[in-house]
Each structure stands twice: as C-alpha cells, then as structure tokens.
C-alpha cells in the first residue's frame, strides 16, 4: 500500500457528496483470543457494525452515498425491501428516521420458512416498526427488485416523490460509497505496520464485494477480497459482483479486473436464511472469546466460512487476516432458539 494510492481513491471518492450518516472511520481490532483459539494467522475485525443509527451496518455506508441523490432530488419516500428480518430494510427504515422521510418496505414472505414463532415480531421487524416505517406483505417469486419498483409506482402514482433504494442497496454508486471502507482499513493497517493477506466477508447481493475489489485494487493490491457466499448461489453472487464493479470502477475511473473477484462456496448451509452448526459455532466462538456479536444470515456465515478456511490451512501463523463484520445483531433475536433453547 501507498501513501498515493490511498489519496488517489480519496480523491476519486470526494467527487461523490455524501449525506453525512456514518460515524468513521470504524474500529479496526484485534481479535487475539480467536486468533489463538484457532491456532492459524492473526485476525482482525472491521467493525462496520459501528457505522451508526439503528445498529448500524455496512449498508448505512453505502446508504451514505445513495440517499445524496435522493435528497437532491426532492424526494419525500425511501421505498425498499427485503425478508423478513432484513438488515438492509432496518438500515433504509433508520436512515429516513434520521433524514425526515417516509419509508414504505416490501416485506418478502417464501423466500425462506419462518424459523421461530417469534421471527416476524422481534428484531429487526420490531426496529422497522419503530423507525416508523410502513410495511407491504408480498410473495417471494425470486425478483429481488420487482415488487420494490412495483410499490414505487404505485405511490408515484398517489403523489408521493418516491427513491427507490434497491436490495440490500447493492448497485454501482453503492458499490462506489463502499469502496471507502477500503481506504479506512488501508490507512488503519498501515498505522500498524500491517500488510493483510486477505479481507473476509460475508457475500450476498454483491454490492458490498464489488466495493471492496475496486478499493483494494487502489489501496491494497496484495491484498485478497474473500467473499463468503451466504445465499447458496455462488454463480449469481459472483455475476453481481461484476456488474457493480465494473461499473462501480468506471465511475470512479479506476482500475478492475476480472480476476480480483473470488466467491467461495460451501458455507451457506442448507439455504438462505438456514444456519447451519458451523454458522451457530461461530457465533458462539466471536461471542465467548470476543464479545462480538453476529448475526446468523450473514455475519455469521461469514465467520463461519473464515474459520473453515483457517482450518483448511490457507494462511499461515504469519499472516495477517481481516474479517470484515456487517452488523446484522437484532436479527440474532429471531433465532433465539439455537442459543437459548429453554
């Protein structure tokens, strides 16, 4: 890494305004008592659970950037979506909190079965409620954005000034806005002399991945972005992940390539939404030996898939690993019974 390349990005980055959401840069930590548990290189956590209101979460990052263009704009509703116990809907629902205006969710029922009688009250279904945001019950046929652009319509049509924020707010600008979380972890490295073999992170609707690429292609060249596939579907994760990079490097007028985007299958269990032992022994284990927190959808299995890799003896002792930590918390209520089955 290089003093350049860091104020390259930066530069690059300044031309995009943001809404001012995020409190950064977020901790960047040891994680020793893990470290030592598993015996493989030394860890550490970007703590993008950090980011700010509602619990925050690496979406609000990216909510930083795209909701600039909403307000310019004039709009008076956020309109978005998302399952059940989304992270991204609670972060949308948290951010027109903050900002003053009304947020309208589609709620995704069928994409997976409830796994508790308590899934639809608590969590990240209760923030939404309080966050005072309205929810819209619709199937899941397998169109992520559909029924989002369906439910902006028909309030354009009522007169509402509606934006809509997609999916997990995964497209090119916030592809663009999480390109930053680069830049951060870069300068938070070099303070410690530190020169990371790889960033490790849960990987789902892709825009998060996509960021990361185009930032560590700048800042941190030697340096792998590992996404953890957490959807079952390592083909379209990987796809996405080209798209937004791709378009997110040409906004940004940086480099990108092909070969810079590794999705690794394996870890998603039996399906979207479904942990698995190995997602409940991660999160016991970051919780027991470092007090964090994650969440059993994405966080989680992120985890996981890192500590299956450490134990696989992809790294050695010498090297230095960082896990990238996508918040997610309240959703941990919902699944309450894998932890807590009195």
């Avoid at 550490?44 to 310019?72: I, M, S």
């Avoid at 009304?102 to 508790?116: Q, T, W």
């Amino acid at each position: 890494m290089s003093r350049d390349a860091i104020g390259r990005l930066n530069a690059a980055l300044a031309r995009f305004e943001r809404v001012g959401l995020c409190t950064l840069p977020t901790p960047f930590e040891p994680m020793t008592r893990l470290s030592r548990h598993l015996a493989g290189p030394r860890l550490w956590v970007k703590r993008e659970d950090c980011t700010g209101p509602g619990f925050g979460g690496n979406k609000l990052r990216k909510l930083d950037y795209v909701l600039h263009e909403a307000l310019q704009s004039g709009v008076d509703t956020l309109v978005s979506g998302g399952v059940v116990q989304s992270n991204s809907q609670r972060q949308v629902a948290a951010a027109a909190a903050k900002l003053g205006l009304d947020c309208r969710l589609a709620v995704y029922h069928g994409r997976l079965a409830p796994p508790s009688a308590e899934y639809g009250r608590t969590g990240n279904a209760l923030l939404n409620r309080l966050f005072g945001a309205t929810l819209h019950d619709v199937p899941w046929i397998g169109d992520r954005n559909g029924a989002i652009r369906d439910l902006a319509a028909r309030l354009q049509a009522e007169g509402r000034k509606t934006y809509v924020v997609p999916y997990g707010v995964s497209n090119p600008l916030g592809a663009v806005g999480y390109a930053s979380t680069v830049v951060e972890i870069a300068e938070q490295c070099a303070a410690r002399g530190l020169k990371p073999r790889a960033i490790v992170h849960c990987s789902g609707s892709a825009g998060t991945q996509a960021g990361l690429v185009v930032g560590a292609r700048v800042c941190l060249p030697d340096t792998r972005i590992v996404g953890i596939d957490i959807d079952a579907e390592p083909e379209r994760v990987r796809a996405d992940v080209l798209t937004y990079g791709s378009a997110a490097a040409e906004l940004l007028d940086q480099p990108f390539d092909e070969a810079d985007v590794e999705v690794v299958a394996g870890h998603a269990g039996p399906a979207y939404g479904v942990p698995h032992a190995a997602t409940v022994e991660a999160i016991r284990l970051a919780a027991r030996l470092e007090a964090l927190i994650l969440d059993p959808v994405y966080s989680g299995k992120g985890l996981a898939g890192l500590i299956a890799l450490i134990r696989a003896g992809r790294w050695s002792t010498d090297d230095d690993i960082v896990f990238l930590h996508t918040g997610g918390a309240p959703a941990l209520f919902a699944y309450r019974h894998l932890f807590d089955p009195e």
